[in-house]
Nanobody
Framework: QVQLVESGGGLVQAGGSLRLSCAASGRTFGRVKMGWFRQAPGKEREFVAA???????YYADSVKGRFTISRDNAKNTLYLQMNSLKPEDTAVYYCAADSVGDYSDYRLYNYWGQGTQVTVSS
């Protein structure tokens, strides 16, 4: 049974940092696309960042320069380092794995974590 478990969310002041982790179990994800998405109340789930197996990373314009996605294939874990956080970054953050197409389209991922809440206060 494949599981993705996120951790690291919480409450932080604007300008602060958080590091999200996504631990995968049930299969290895070393050669698949993995990504982070977020969803704020009343809004559609949106792309944040993705990384393909060769290590190339992609970011939404809204987080470029502030967030960094990385993966540790030996630990089967995905990370999202978030710096210079803004109140508009407040959302539930989801880890996703194994996209069958466009890395930015949440509908194309086969596996999802349960989400972790990130709240940024002004």
């Amino acid at each position: 049974q494949v599981q993705l478990v996120e951790s690291g969310g919480g409450l932080v002041q604007a300008g602060g940092s958080l590091r999200l982790s996504c631990a995968a179990s049930g299969r290895t994800f070393g050669r698949v696309k993995m990504g982070w998405f977020r969803q704020a109340p009343g809004k559609e789930r949106e792309f944040v960042a993705a990384i393909i197996w060769v290590g190339i990373a992609y970011y939404a314009d809204s987080v470029k320069g502030r967030f960094t996605i990385s993966r540790d294939n030996a630990k089967n874990t995905l990370y999202l380092q978030m710096n210079s956080l803004k109140p508009e970054d407040t959302a539930v953050y989801y880890c996703a794995a194994d996209s069958v197409g466009d890395y930015s389209d949440y509908r194309l991922y086969n596996y999802w974590g349960q989400g972790t809440q990130v709240t940024v206060s002004s």
